[in-house]
């Protein structure tokens, strides 16, 4: 698949083939006539895409949409195919990673036009080449949503990644010297953000081809694209869920942050308070007066250090009263 | 019904009977072909549900749904059957457990697929047993819709105990020193929030049932549906209005916090303002300088001390007219 | 009123009476086959309601409803009837208190349940007695529209108590001593949710009736029923017209505390800045060296002083323009 | 128009004339049989508006709609009359001052209700007598917009006059040390609460008259109130602007005074912890033992003296570091 | 175009020409009456515009919302035309500038309104001269499409500079000394709230004229309209995206405020706590009183120094367990 853009798999009920391409003759060649075709192509080739737009007569409007990668996902209806673009999210370590995945599906061919070769589709090539389950039975469209479901299913995966990095973040709530902690979630936030971005579309776009009168479109799949509907809606749901963990997480690390600072003020001021006071005792009888009877006593000495013995007793048992210690 | 996975009721208005079963071949046998029977299955066996979907045509999809317990609640028509999933909450020691119960609503069957045995269902299989109320007068829909309103009844007793755990948070938000509170209350907006994503979308669920067209519900169940809707609604309003109580609790408590720390502000900032001073003026009866004509005024001594209750006095008549003695 | 749990009022155009019974058959005697009776229960007896139902032909859910005083506010239509449940709200010493009031509204008879005796009806009675306002010559349904308005104009009472309160708030909002000020607030802020929890589903009930196309209201009441609807939105946007005022009440109160704390903050800050270093300078003249020129010279003393006082001066002069003091 | 409680206006292509008058028999009088007729009252009169009901055929519940001032601005549809309630907004020192304006719009005639002398209408008098426009030529529903246009254009007075207001914080908010901020912006979030509950609902009413089937309303006009929609709709985001104008300046005034707290606590910091190491040096010289060996040094007190100007660099140094000086 | 208001382009598949024009006799005379006639005015000239509004029968009301520059955006179909008004977005210095373009478009002639000279459709009047793309093939509303698409294009050169202010924020953020952080940030939330008031409107507006009925718009146009509708939202949407950054940005800022807050306090605290004991005991030691045992012991001075190191190590062991230090 690395040499050519492009990979053509052709299936009916009975048999199927694969072939790699690189011109549109080429995908003309392999193009199953009596059954279903299915080309992907795995990087955004301009000229290719443009050529394959007048061969299947695509809006170039469309072809507009295939090659913006900033494209919101959609469905969108014309006069012989659907066009529906969306995004695939893999999990790398530095977070997730969009895709653009850009569906055609007409009577009987789909294309898909992906921005980078590697997908979630060998799972689907598979399935076609050992006649598994259903899928070659039935027609392009159920292709187009078994396409879909797979890209669907990565996302629960993008999920559960960030669900543990959240659950990480709850451990640290607790740390209120952990500066770093609201710039680090800060940044969970905004995968999320961008995460909702993506799902929450595809969840109108999937509505929409359920709703859909487009005659590349049979009934029978219904139930199944209201499945998908179901599965990110989910998706769509956890990514709400998330951000609930989150704001929750980060009022508890406020808490702990505020409650660390509130000890911090407390132990500043009961020692202050405790030796203040006393500090300023011993500095009486520290004066240089002349006369001062006190500091003659014999028992002076031991009655001053009596006397602020009371006193740290006293404040120590108001502090006890207060609950600050 | 420990060791057979399934309970299989058959009764009409005549009579009731009760087996248990572990094959499909059980289950049609004691399947009453006049009346209404209902099949109960208390775990998800995969294979079992496999066979008993192709001998009651149930569509693949709703299998795959009875069989992912993480489905979000959904109510979808098929051809001859309505398929309802949803949640139920048991309460336990710690918290609310989750259980998905599935029901396949037929012409004149109802098969229903727990998660675990022992369940909120004996009431009904009593009721059904002693021909009380009109359980055994009616059809296989108000079956559905008694074991839908058994699950939803006992949503009110996890949400009184999380009403009680609520109130618990009322008498600890005054008290500033619980630093443990923010961390509790967030396990219980956690809960409530749960509890939510299982409630809301039930909701919608049986609005939808009752605006269904489905032929396996009869318009005579309206008003039980509809009925159903409000205590669900009830449900989902008492979740919203205990999530207001939580946020309200927390107010408080960051109130309180916030008072505790005026005032320990206050005690350190009276203690110092008081003394400073006063530590400063016998810091200057304290210098060594060898002309210092006050040491050696006969009363320097008691007008120093005179001089200092005066500042201290001055100080706190400031105090109490800031109001912060 | 008190002995019998019924009060029956009949009348017509001509003339009007009135009894109290205490079984369906005394209730059944003193009915108005010709004009339109009124059948008051002022207590939720189990047993007669019962009776009331099987000869009013009352569903079975109603009854139920009748009884369930935490019922949500509805209407809902039956074949031969329209059920309206919803909250009267009496002011008393310890704030608002609740009552469900349930109508059973029938082409030619209204009967009505109350929690308590004693209500808002009176006034109703009185018109119908003395034959005032248009209440003999209108029918079933506009009886039921009178009590219906009768209920919602005591929420304005009630809701004018609770703006009392709101006012009084705004006054101790500026006193950030009051410790009480957030737990106070948050009782009321509780009895805003309750209110809006009984308003906001009456809306959609009177709303309801307005479009229902139920046999027992007359095209002509429309009119009266937009106004009443007219009422309640009212009612609603009075209770978050609150729930606005008190949220801005506490951020005055926050900005007072704060404000307090920072004045706090300054005295401490200006009281310990200035004499710190003057405490300093002391103890360096305190000291016990045996070499110390300063000590001897003729105007040490006074020089010491001296600086010192310029050093005030000059923190006083930075604070000044810091603008602290 | 002083006496007479009832100014009339009476105009068709040809010619315009004007009257006042204080009864109903009056107003018969210098009705205007085959032009449009415009009955405007300028205070409430409940003998007269109940005597003009009955006369013009409206329904009791406008006129109790029309005497009761605390009425949302509503449109309603009668069988021959519109009936449209809404508030005028003057500006006069204290604030926005509302009077509420109820309109009856009938085929020729169209009556006005104002709750005090002196309006907004002098001008529509005017385009009147001058046949100014298309005012003369156009039926009673081109006055009832041109009136409603004439209350919504005052809006906008005093929306500016808001607007200066909000500026005038902005200018404020960075002042940390104003604490008549947070009391008096909430004033301002008052009022503008206040002109949103007013302008709000008009724009339903103005909504409603557009897709209103009434037949006092030409197709013509239609374009007039779409017009007049669009006015309030931009009257009605220049108040949420305004909102969230006051939300930010908020925001910045907090800023302020926490950044304010901020310096202060700096500048405490930095003076107690460069003096307290040094006070407890000299604290250490200025104790009385017998044997302390460094106060009979000969350079003891200048060493001293120099360990402390080097502890107090060592410190500032401190501070230069963490960028507190 | 400097002189002369009026810039006049007809053109038609086969060719095109282009005239200034001051008048509307010289506008009528460039009109090309077989193909498409393009009038574009770039500055509000009252008089031109209303003899223009005769000309081409445009209703009054439109040519008071082409003269209103503070006009919301809006899409409003009148009997041969289709009016349109919304933001150009210009990227200056000082931020966006705001510029109202009107759009008359009637079945074969466009007219556009501009406040000031100088625009964003000189590619289009290029692709017109050179007959690039479609443009000279489509009708007048093709290039009504095209003169929207042109202006939200330069949307995203706007967002793209607001991007890179928020990005250089976030730089900012964690500087807990840099109080104009918030201040600033206002002014970037103000600008993203006014951007948000010109896009969002618009967004419906390019909705009505995908779903208006208007014969000037031609069904082969919905692709391009629903093109420029996905590009409005994605110009929406960046602007939420925008708003949710700056929260995060500002979240960020105030834990970067308080952590620093929290730091000084603690270097306070620790400072204090350390040296108010030692202070307190060698003040005892300064007292003056005749007996004095300890103060004539050999090594009272080295064990008094020996007990405040003890003191001193047991605090930093206080401080180390507490995790401050």
Do not use: C
Request: net charge negative.
């Amino acid at each position: 698949m690395n040499g050519d853009p492009v990979n053509i798999i052709g299936y009916d009920p009975v048999g199927a083939w694969e072939h790699n391409a690189g011109s549109v003759e080429e995908i003309l060649r392999y193009r199953n006539p009596a059954g279903i075709t299915w080309i992907d192509m795995n990087r955004l080739d301009n000229g290719l895409i443009s050529e394959l737009a007048k061969t299947f007569r695509i809006h170039p409007l469309t072809v507009e949409d295939i090659l913006d990668t900033k494209q919101r996902p959609k469905a969108e209806e014309f006069d012989d195919y659907l066009f529906i673009t969306f995004k695939a999210i893999h999990q790398s370590e530095d977070g997730p990673i969009f895709e653009q995945i850009s569906i055609v599906l007409k009577e009987d061919t789909v294309l898909t036009f992906q921005e980078r070769p590697g997908d979630n589709f060998d799972g689907i090539r598979k399935r076609i080449r050992d006649n598994a389950g259903r899928i070659r039975r039935l027609g392009a469209d159920y292709l187009a949503y078994a396409l879909m479901d797979a890209v669907v299913d990565e996302y629960f995966f993008v999920l559960d990644a960030l669900g543990d990095e959240i659950e990480n973040f709850e451990d640290r709530a607790a740390d209120d010297s952990d500066t770093n902690f609201i710039p680090d979630i800060q940044k969970t936030k905004q995968k999320l953000f961008i995460l909702r971005k993506s799902i929450w579309p595809l969840r109108d776009s999937v509505s929409h081809i359920i709703h859909s009168e487009s005659n590349v479109l049979r009934s029978e799949l219904e139930p199944f694209f209201k499945d998908l509907h179901d599965h990110v809606l989910q998706a769509a749901e956890t990514v709400e869920n998330y951000r609930e963990l989150v704001a929750g997480v980060m009022e508890v690390n406020l808490s702990a942050v505020s409650n660390g600072m509130n000890k911090i003020m407390k132990v500043l001021t009961i020692i202050s308070t405790l030796f203040i006071p006393l500090t300023f005792i011993v500095g009486v009888y520290g004066m240089n007066f002349e006369i001062m009877p006190e500091l003659h006593f014999p028992y002076g000495y031991p009655a001053v250090m009596g006397i602020m013995l009371l006193v740290a007793a006293g404040m120590l048992i108001f502090f006890k009263r207060r609950r600050w210690i």
